[in-house]
């Protein structure tokens, strides 16, 4: 059974900067996608950010240049350094395994889950 534990969630003032980490219990990083989602109360879980198993990285426009997503295969961890925080980027953030390799920005592309981290950012 894979599991995913994320870390690093908190609160932060706008403009602040939060890493997150996502460790993963097999060592799948250089083989499947691995990506962030974020969740804002009363809505949709939406795409964030991703690596695929080359290390391709995207973003969603919304974090593009302001944060950056990288991994450790060794360390089967995944991680999001996010710089420049916004009020709109309060959420729970979600660490996801892909089914494959190349990364997707639909959640049924995912098949394993972290139980997320909250994030709040507030003056």
């Known amino acids: 059974q894979v599991r995913l534990t994320e870390s690093g969630g908190g609160s932060v003032q706008p403009g602040g900067s939060l890493k997150l980490s996502c460790t993963v219990t097999?060592?799948?990083?250089?083989?499947?996608?691995m990506a962030w989602w974020r969740q804002r109360p009363g809505q949709a879980r939406r795409y964030v950010a991703s690596?695929?198993?080359?290390?391709?990285?995207e973003y969603d426009f919304d974090v593009r240049g302001r944060w950056t997503v990288s991994k450790d295969t060794a360390k089967n961890t995944l991680w999001l350094q996010m710089d420049h925080l916004r009020a709109e980027d309060t959420a729970m953030y979600y660490c996801?395994?892909?089914?494959?390799?190349?990364?997707?920005?639909?959640?049924?592309?995912?098949?394993?889950w972290g139980q997320g981290a909250q994030i709040t950012v507030s003056s």
């Open positions: 996801a395994v892909g089914v494959g390799r190349l990364c997707y920005s639909t959640s049924d592309k995912y098949e394993y």
């Open positions: 690596v695929s198993a080359r290390d391709t990285q």
């Open positions: 097999e060592p799948i990083a250089s083989t499947n996608c």
